[in-house]
């Protein structure tokens, strides 16, 4: 039978989706308005500072916040809609997700064998013996040496790296649809990053299931996904496919925030150029663009006014001035002139950082 | 046991602040065993200069960063600060020592105590050290926060909860400060902050460094952070140093497999030696029982029964500040001095 | 897990608050990192019943101080109410006394016991001497508890190993018994009463000191505070006590609740405070069975007293420890 090549499936479907937690001092708006798409087969990168939202978003699409939130907007999965209904059916079935902090997601008191074939004997009805098999099985593909001996083995005697194969395992095990990766390797060292992200691409990849990835890290979202999502203050800043963004950066906030990490190949005593001030007030937070208090190039309407999502093809951005446009030129030209922003902020460089 | 040697340390003049040679730190651990933390190695740092050490967890780097403030005292090994040797003192004669020597932890919060105010904080050590309590002191407990880029007047009532995790690192830099160190030994500052905040406290701990000629011994994980930061770098592996010397030359050219592999790993946009590879094989061995001979041979692509057998001892690269414990370093041709051995197994391609 | 230098840790026998941050900022004062978690769970409130419970003891306080000055009848006086009645035998009206014990009436507020004497005005002179007993209990716990417990998480060793000794040994003997003995063999004063409660109460704020101690000194601030050149004995007081002693605060207001009690026990055997009326002296007086009976309010009026004031000061014990008990901030790399 001749094999057929699969037309996109839309997967996920976000469009406007809000999450709001009920505090003392009024709703914080820690998901404000997101939307996008994900595609079986693709690997989608949210990036973002911690209060970015990325966490917040993510569990909430899972269903796994608590009760004091507001949640509003849409979340289709597979067609169905998620927002203000119970998610629980999903989980173990089409959608799992795996955690930073692999030790405190295990539990330490079981085997790591059980706690993969627990789910595979409830939810696929295997016997013991087959989810036992299917463990082992599964354990080889995460790399991990001597699977029948791991089964025995309790978390506390496993590595990080190991742990978080494990964990890898138990989500791979339901054979989700959707697999949501938190963080999956800041807690392990950098020799060990490498080799778990390049097992979940692979595994992503033969099992042509969608995968989002969260992470600080732009080098991360670079080497292993195939889009990219920037997140700040709740918002989406910009949205583009992994060259592209890196390429053809519009949005002044991914530029800064490039421009702050240390990089390789410069030089050693190489000034950084931190991003200056602070995370906005999630509650009673600006009215305008989120970044503007911070950002190089804005202007006094970035103050007041939302920026509109302007979509070029594949590539998505919400900023009024963008990098590399005429706008923005003008915009920091002007800036630069006046020796600070609309915002107040003190500009420090007389060029475009691009 | 031969050890890495100490070929790799400089001379020993006026300017050397800090000097660590053969430096042994161990634990028990439960009966019979002892995990080999630090396992001799030594060092140097000259005034002015910043040494990063890098590597993994376990490597024993922020091992060595408490057993230099002798807290707790190494198992062997001499410490030498402006050739004092701070091993030999007794609890008193060190406790002298240590406003020179001050630390910087990688938890801003824990590392204040969150019952007292942020300007009590800073002026600890002063009220430990000094018999005057006047405004003088004060001021210059003031000075310091403000100098740190924090509001003195808040810190009067401001408890460290209030803060953010980068303001409390430069709480700690303050509180460093107050005593007029000449060292800062800084344990993975910046690793629990956000990487905005990051660039704000890397900048902080050079302008401080520049303002009141400080040495630095800086501690990370996260290469590229050192290699920013630092003028020297030492890569430590299992409880010993792989690598040592320039930090431009160290990360242009690395010649120890696992400098190598570090370097490949990180997920730059723009790394030059992702290209590498040498597959990283196994789990790291145990520190209770570290392999024998070169302690990475377990999992490096280019051991043989040599690495097992005997422990390799520092070389030079060329003439320039680079040195390498390998037995199969990746030396480029023109590096080799003349009587330097052929660095590649004769199996094995480059 | 037990470490060579570390004895086990034993939680003490009443549970053990976590550790006191205070928690009034959250979102973005705190910590960048890690915040999305922590910073939105919704706001800790003490609560009213709180408040409520802390008026109380306020009042009982500030009545039992002030008692004597304050317009309350004569605590030890007998109010016998005569009224005209016929005598039996010459038949002649005449004064005769009632007999007590009066029910609570517009002018004894609570009624009277059975020597007609203000049940009120008891209560609330009693509550001097409970109180007492409570406060000094705590103290000496609080005092020699929390610095053997301090000493024994900080220095370990040895000196650990001895003082952790004497806390088990000390929470076997049963309490009760060894405070009836030493009443006895001793006298009934209220110093000797409080510090004999109070040796039973050194064990379990001992033991919450030295775990909370052994805790603390893991953190960094403590590690800080030997790299600024800090002697020992400077960080204990300086940088430990200051954190200990919120846990340790939350733990006497329980121990003083059980203290009121113990009072009342032994008051019950005869063995309470010499001389001055204690709630635990004036719930015996009425305790017969017969009074119970027919004036049940001689016994109910200080029970009240007692149970709202044990009542408050555990209310309150578990607000704190809740109100106290946050959620570590665990800074992650985010």
């Known amino acids: 039978m001749l094999h057929e090549t699969e037309t996109p499936n839309t997967l996920l479907e976000l469009d406007d989706y809000r999450v709001g937690f009920r505090t003392e001092r009024g709703l914080a708006k820690a998901v404000d308005g997101v939307s996008y798409e994900l595609h079986s087969g693709k690997t989608l990168a949210i990036v973002g500072e911690s209060g970015s939202g990325k966490t917040v978003l993510n569990r909430g699409i899972m269903g796994l916040l608590g009760s004091n939130v507001n949640e509003s907007g849409s979340v289709k999965f597979q067609g169905e809609e998620l927002v203000n209904s119970d998610r629980q059916k999903f989980w173990g079935k089409k959608m799992a997700m795996i955690f930073q902090d692999p030790m405190t997601s295990l539990n330490p008191v079981m085997k790591v064998g059980k706690q993969v074939s627990e789910p595979l004997r409830l939810h696929q009805g295997m016997s013991r013996k087959e989810a036992r098999h299917r463990t082992v099985e599964l354990f080889t593909l995460v790399g991990i040496p001597e699977p029948s001996k791991r089964f025995d083995e309790y978390p506390h005697q496993l590595s990080g790296g190991m742990r978080q194969r494990v964990m890898i395992s138990i989500a791979l095990a339901i054979e989700p649809d959707l697999l949501i990766a938190d963080e999956p390797t800041t807690s392990l060292d950098v020799t060990v990053q490498k080799y778990i992200l390049d097992l979940l691409v692979e595994v992503q990849k033969e099992s042509n299931m969608a995968m989002t990835i969260i992470t600080h890290d732009l080098g991360v979202a670079r080497g292993r996904a195939d889009e990219i999502l920037v997140m700040y203050g709740g918002r989406v800043m910009e949205h583009a496919p992994a060259e592209t963004l890196f390429n053809e950066m519009a949005h002044p906030y991914t530029s800064a925030l490039l421009s702050s990490i240390p990089k390789l190949d410069d030089p050693k005593h190489t000034r950084l150029t931190p991003i200056e001030g602070f995370p906005p007030d999630i509650v009673d937070g600006p009215d305008g663009c989120k970044f503007a208090a911070r950002c190089q190039y804005a202007q006094e309407n970035c103050l007041n006014e939302l920026p509109d999502t302007t979509v070029k093809g594949d590539h998505s951005y919400a900023c009024f001035y963008p990098i590399g446009t005429d706008e923005g030129a003008k915009a920091f030209a002007s800036n630069a002139e006046r020796g600070h922003t609309a915002a107040g902020l003190k500009i420090r460089a007389k060029e475009e950082v691009i | ?350 | ?334």
């Open chain 3, 1 to 334: 897990m037990t470490d060579e230098n570390h004895s086990p840790v034993e939680p003490s026998e009443m549970e053990l608050p976590e550790e006191s941050e205070e928690h009034e900022h959250d979102e973005v004062s705190v910590t960048e990192a890690g915040l999305e978690e922590s910073g939105f769970a919704e706001k800790k409130k003490i609560g009213v019943g709180f408040w409520i419970a802390a008026s109380w003891l306020v009042l009982i306080t500030f009545l039992a101080v002030f008692a004597p000055v304050l317009p309350f009848k004569e605590p030890n006086q007998n109010f016998i109410v005569f009224e005209q009645k016929e005598n039996p035998i010459t038949g002649k009206i005449q004064d005769r006394p009632v007999q007590p014990p009066y029910s609570p009436n517009g002018d004894h507020l609570l009624g009277t016991d059975q020597d007609a004497r203000d049940i009120l005005s008891r209560s609330i002179h009693g509550a001097r001497i409970s109180l007492a007993v409570g406060a000094l209990t705590a103290l000496f716990g609080i005092v020699v508890g929390g610095a053997l417990g301090m000493i024994a998480g900080y220095f370990k060793g040895i000196l650990d190993k001895v003082i952790s000794a004497i806390f088990l040994v000390s929470l076997s003997f049963p309490g009760l018994i060894l405070a009836i003995l030493v009443v006895a063999l001793v006298d009934r004063s209220l110093i000797t009463i409080s510090v004999t409660i109070g040796i039973l109460a050194v064990a379990p704020i001992g033991r919450l000191a030295r775990a909370q101690t052994l805790s603390f000194a893991e953190r960094e601030f403590v590690l800080a505070a030997e790299t600024l050149g800090a002697k020992k004995s400077r960080i204990l007081v300086r940088e430990l006590l200051p954190n200990v002693l919120i846990p340790m605060s939350t733990l006497a207001m329980l121990v003083i609740a059980i203290a009121i009690v113990a009072e009342g026990t032994l008051a019950f055997l005869g063995l309470s405070v010499q001389g001055s009326s204690t709630w635990g002296k004036l719930i015996l007086t009425g305790s017969g069975l017969q009074t119970l009976e027919s004036s049940p309010w001689v016994a109910f009026a200080p029970m009240g007293f007692l149970f709202l004031t044990v009542a408050s000061f555990n209310y309150m014990s578990d607000r704190l420890r809740d109100y106290f008990d946050v959620r570590e901030i665990f800074v992650t790399r985010d």
């Open chain 2, 1 to 350: 046991m031969a050890g890495s040697g100490n070929n790799h340390l400089r001379e020993n003049t006026d300017d050397t602040l800090l000097r660590v040679e053969n430096l042994v730190v161990e634990f028990p651990s439960g009966r019979r065993n002892k995990v080999h933390a630090v396992s001799d190695i030594s060092f140097d740092i000259m005034e002015g200069e910043t040494l990063g050490i890098v590597g993994e967890s376990g490597c024993g780097k922020s091992t060595t960063a408490k057993a230099i403030i002798q807290l707790p005292k190494p198992t062997a090994g001499k410490v030498e600060y402006q050739g004092t040797n701070l091993t030999e003192l007794d609890k008193e004669g060190m406790r002298q020592q240590r406003p020179s020597i001050q630390m910087i932890y990688q938890d801003p919060i824990s590392s204040l105590n969150p019952r007292r105010t942020v300007f009590n904080i800073v002026n600890e050590g002063t009220r430990v050290w000094s018999t005057e309590h006047g405004a003088a002191q004060e001021q210059k407990v003031d000075e310091m926060i403000e100098a740190v880029g924090l509001d003195p007047r808040e810190a009067r009532t401001r408890r460290p909860h209030e803060y953010s995790g980068g303001q409390c690192q430069r709480i700690s830099v303050a509180r460093a400060l107050v005593l007029d160190p000449k060292v800062i030994i800084c344990d993975e500052p910046v690793s629990s902050l956000d990487v905005s905040v990051q660039a704000r406290i890397l900048n902080m701990l050079q302008d401080m460094k520049d303002e009141y000629k400080l040495t630095l011994l800086f501690i990370s994980h996260d290469l590229s952070v050192v290699k920013n930061v630092s003028d020297r770098v030492a890569v430590m592996y299992l409880g010993k140093i792989c690598e040592i010397g320039d930090g431009d030359l160290i990360y242009e050219k690395p010649t120890h497999p696992y400098t190598r592999l570090l370097l490949a790993a990180i997920p730059d946009p723009k790394n030059k030696h992702k290209d590498i590879t040498d597959i990283l094989e196994g789990e790291l061995p145990s520190p209770l029982n570290p392999p024998s001979g070169c302690r990475f041979r377990t999992r490096c692509p280019r051991a043989t029964e040599k690495c097992a057998a005997e422990e390799p001892e520092f070389r030079q690269i060329g003439n320039d500040d680079h040195w390498v414990a390998c037995h199969f370093p990746h030396i480029e041709d023109d590096d080799l001095g003349p009587n330097d051995e052929i660095s590649w197994p004769p199996d094995r391609q480059e």
